[in-house]
């Protein structure tokens, strides 16, 4: 089955400081999301970009599909940024199943 | 919020028991997905029901079950509890081509 790896696995910012994490996949995809997860478990939305570049406030992504990788980008992190950051696919040929990489946690520090 | 609710939040049990675990999405989405997320990894695919059908699961036992409704609620069932049952389960619907997940049950197996 297709591969994600994430990194960096862990990552300690000064408040104020960017960031960007790394996606990288073994196979074509037609789906691509970034999650971030907060301390209770919930699983909050941030990209929906199988390709292309989107922009959310503080926060970019990037997919290039024909390399297989996507980048988030975190820019003048808060405090409130902290947690675990998921990357997530769905191969062109496993339905809608999302396989999910390992995860960045991020913590923020004041 | 995603729409999607699961119930209970926590659940303790012990080796040998059976389990279900609730999941309530919004109305028209009719793709429900469930995960398990082990702490300190990713989720990992479960399965998929599709209008009332499973198309899709991953590799888990067939202790693991599961039954979705014309409501769009669905239930997740496990049979002959083991320790390493012990994780958050995730309920996810979809809608057009993204995913939205619940805030997930906590599952301990004593």
């Known amino acids: 089955g297709i591969q994600v790896e994430q990194s960096p696995p862990d990552l300690i910012l000064q408040e104020g400081a960017n960031s960007t994490l790394r996606c990288n996949f073994s196979?074509?995809?037609?789906?691509l999301q970034w999650f971030h997860q907060n301390p209770w478990g919930q699983l909050i939305n941030l990209f929906y970009?199988?390709?292309g570049t989107k922009q959310n406030g503080r926060l970019s992504a990037t997919t290039v599909a024909t390399e297989r990788y996507s980048l988030l980008y975190i820019s003048s992190s808060q405090t409130t940024d902290s947690g675990v950051y998921f990357c997530?696919?769905?191969?062109?040929?496993?339905?809608?199943?999302?396989?999910f990489g390992g995860g960045t946690r991020l913590m923020v520090k004041p | 919020e995603t729409g999607v609710t699961q119930s209970p939040t926590h659940l303790i049990k012990t080796r040998g028991q059976q389990v279900t675990l609730r999941c309530s999405s919004q109305?028209?989405?009719?793709?429900v997905s469930w995960y398990q997320q082990a702490l300190g990894q990713g989720p990992q695919f479960i399965f998929q029901?599709?209008?009332?059908?499973?198309?899709g699961r991953g590799n888990f036992p067939p202790r693991f079950s599961g039954l979705q409704f014309p409501n769009y609620s669905s239930e997740l069932n496990v049979n002959a509890l083991e320790l390493d049952d012990s994780a958050l389960y995730l309920c996810?619907?979809?809608?057009?081509?993204?995913?939205?997940f619940g805030p997930g049950t906590r599952l301990t197996v004593l």
């Open positions: 029901y599709y209008r009332e059908e499973e198309n």
């Open positions: 970009i199988p390709s």
């Open positions: 196979d074509s995809v037609n789906n």
């Open positions: 996810a619907s979809r809608s057009y081509n993204e995913q939205f």
């Open positions: 109305s028209g989405h009719n793709t």
């Open positions: 997530a696919v769905e191969a062109d040929n496993a339905g809608n199943m999302l396989t």
